[in-house]
């Protein structure tokens, strides 16, 4: 069931902790962002939520590719039957155009940050922050410092967003040239991999990183052709809501870039089942990030006009029942 200010629903057969009547194992998921209203089911006086914060923009021109969000998961959450709780889902960051060397420090845009996620019970925030958006073409790597997501509030466990690994996207001299991929979003008990990129100006492409403890895998960088022919780097994988799974693959970097074609790069791999990031198929645009929370990849193109891939949208799980928590107990829908 996808949350929109609508009451949870319960389903199965397990007896739910402290309902003392046999109330039904059940559970609810938000995956559209916004702010919803959670009502606790009749009998249900403790739940387990998972939260994952959304990803953070890539920017164009050379820029930086975006930071996965966190995820954060709490178990034995105090409610009271009948009552309303606040849920928040984190939208993922805007693609972001370069404005002009030096000037976009990363994380500096908010819109094109993402947004945290977050449940509240009766005395507790379980809360896991979103990635920060890629800096702005640096020659010296200065902007390197780039925050992926990460667990915040009260929590049980969790993982960091993979950030994308430096400040700058092109490879040694003039060509070849790439785009930088995004960062993998955080996994249940690892971090996110990193995506591809370059630590300094003109300095040799780092390659992505898988993900860990179920996270997502980092994007690929791409090699990139003239002007406005150009395709971006891949958007880093996304993490799944229905428990710990295996963690996302790294994606590929492809230095070899033609004037008129471009072969494809690997999009960062989906963590827990969760989606793999996205190519980037605009020209002068950058791949988003895989659901949910994986960071956008950096664009090449005009300076202005070449736009990063946006981060994608965080989400919020909660279930109930005898003998559910996460990261993987009986976690699936029953």
């Avoid at 820029?63 to 993922?92: C, E, F, W």
């Avoid at 940050?113 to 958006?133: C, E, M, R, Y």
């Avoid at 891939?309 to 107990?329: D, E, F, K, L, Q």
């Amino acid at each position: 069931m996808i949350g929109a200010n609508v009451s949870a629903f319960s389903i199965g057969k397990a007896v739910g902790r402290g309902g003392g009547g046999g109330v039904p194992a059940g559970q609810v998921e938000y995956t559209s962002f916004g702010t919803f209203s959670f009502v606790a089911p009749e009998g249900v006086t403790e739940v387990s939520a998972v939260v994952v914060g959304a990803g953070g923009a890539g920017i164009g021109y050379f820029g930086q590719a975006g930071a996965g969000g966190g995820l954060a998961y709490k178990n034995a959450i105090a409610v009271t039957a009948g009552n309303s709780y606040t849920v928040i889902v984190g939208r993922g960051g805007l693609g972001l155009a370069y404005g002009g060397i030096g000037t976009t420090a990363p994380g500096s845009i908010p819109s094109s940050n993402g947004v945290a996620s977050l449940f509240t019970g009766d005395s507790i925030t379980v809360k896991a922050t979103g990635g920060q958006h890629g800096g702005g073409l640096s020659y010296t790597g200065s902007f390197a410092n780039q925050n992926g997501g990460a667990p915040s509030g009260t929590y049980d466990g969790g993982g960091t967003g993979g950030i994308c690994e430096g400040s700058y996207s092109s490879s040694i001299g003039a060509a070849p040239q790439t785009s930088s991929g995004g960062g993998g979003a955080g996994g249940y008990s690892g971090n996110g991999g990193k995506g591809a990129g370059s630590l300094t100006g003109h300095g040799t492409v780092v390659n992505a990183l898988a993900g860990s403890g179920g996270a997502g895998g980092g994007g690929g960088a791409r090699g990139v052709s003239t002007g406005s022919n150009s395709l971006g780097g891949s958007g880093g994988g996304g993490v799944g809501i229905l428990g710990e799974g295996a963690s996302g693959s790294a994606g590929l970097t492809n230095g070899v870039p033609s004037v008129t074609t471009q072969a494809p790069n690997t999009a960062g791999g989906l963590g827990s089942g969760g989606s793999n990031g996205n190519y980037s198929t605009v020209a002068q645009g950058g791949g988003s990030g895989g659901a949910f929370g994986g960071g956008g990849g950096s664009a090449h193109g005009a300076q202005g006009v070449s736009i990063g891939g946006s981060g994608a949208h965080g989400a919020v799980r909660i279930i109930w029942g005898v003998g559910r928590a996460y990261p993987s107990t009986n976690t699936g829908n029953v």
